[in-house]
Nanobody
Framework: VQLQASGGGLVQAEGSLRLSCAAT????????VGWFRQAPGREREFVGV????????VYSDCVRGRFTLTRDDAKNTVYLQMNSLKPGDTATYFC?????????????????WGQGTLVTVSS
C-alpha cells in the first residue's frame, strides 16, 4: 500500500484546513494511522494518531483541542481536520501507517509513509 497526503496550502491564522491521507494499492482498514509534521530546520514531530477502528485518537499537546482525526475506511482515507491554525503550525505534514495496534508517537513506529503536504499559516 502507498499513502498520499494532500490538502495542504496557505491559510491565515485562525483559519482551517483538512488534510487527507489516501491509500492506494491496498487498504487502510486494519492499520493505525499517524500524522507527523516537519518544519524547516527541525526534526519531524508527532501530531496525532488514530486507532484501527477510528475510536481512539491521541494528539500532541500543541494541537490537542484544535486538530481532529477521523477515518473513512470505505474511501481508504484518514482525515486531519485542523482548526484555529497558528503560524507555528507551518510545516510539511506527513501521514504514516503501521500494522501495529499501538498509538506510537515515534517515527520508528510506522512502516509506510506518504510524501507530505505543505501547510503554511500566515499571521
Amino acid at each position: 500500500v502507498q499513502l498520499q497526503a494532500s490538502g495542504g496550502g496557505l491559510v491565515q491564522a485562525e483559519g482551517s484546513l483538512r488534510l487527507s491521507c489516501a491509500a492506494t494499492g491496498g487498504t487502510l482498514s486494519g492499520y493505525t494511522v499517524g500524522w507527523f509534521r516537519q518544519a524547516p530546520g527541525r526534526e519531524r514531530e508527532f501530531v496525532g494518531v488514530l486507532s484501527m477502528n477510528g475510536v481512539t485518537a491521541v494528539y500532541s499537546d500543541c494541537v490537542r483541542g484544535r486538530f481532529t482525526l477521523t477515518r473513512d475506511d470505505a474511501k481508504n482515507t484518514v482525515y486531519l481536520q485542523m482548526n484555529s491554525l497558528k503560524p507555528g503550525d507551518t510545516a510539511t505534514y506527513f501521514c504514516a501507517s503501521t500494522y501495529r495496534n499501538s498509538a506510537s508517537r515515534s517515527t520508528s513506529g510506522y512502516e509506510t509513509w506518504g510524501q507530505g503536504t505543505l501547510v503554511t499559516v500566515s499571521s
